[in-house]
């Protein structure tokens, strides 16, 4: 079993930023491959970001380009999600899938579906 954990959520003013954590562990030693997903009230799971676990290829939705960024702690499976230049429409609560060997292929990143292990989610409020 795979346990996966997040944290650094909160409310934040437009424009602003947070980052966000998270740490998975349990079943192999491997590397995993990362993302992270988001859902706001009455909408579908969406793709935000997710990072290889061989390689460090990473790729972002086309709404958080250029404004968020995910990264690895060296070595380990923590990663993190850099939230700039935030806007009200970033609100959701935000989850982080952890994907262990044998790997999704990268067209599979996409669909929440795909991933077996899932942290509890975290809340982000972006609101004046």
């Known amino acids: 079993q795979v346990q996966v954990v997040e944290s650094g959520g909160g409310s934040v003013q437009p424009g602003g930023s947070l980052r966000l954590s998270c740490s998975a562990s349990?079943?192999?030693?491997?590397?995993?491959?990362m993302g992270w997903f988001r859902q706001a009230p009455g909408k579908e799971r969406e793709f935000v970001a997710a990072m290889a676990g061989s390689g460090g290829g990473t790729s972002y939705a086309d709404s958080v380009k250029g404004r968020f960024t995910i990264s690895r702690d060296s070595g380990k499976n923590t990663v993190h999600l850099q939230m700039n230049r935030l806007r009200p429409e970033d609100t959701a609560d935000y989850f982080c899938?952890?994907?262990?060997?044998?790997?999704?292929?990268?067209?599979?990143?996409?669909?929440?579906?795909?991933?077996?292990?899932w942290g509890q989610g975290t809340q982000v409020t972006v609101s004046s």
């Open positions: 349990g079943r192999t030693n491997s590397r995993y491959g």
């Open positions: 899938a952890a994907d262990p060997p044998p790997y999704l292929i990268r067209s599979s990143w996409y669909a929440a579906a795909n991933w077996d292990y």
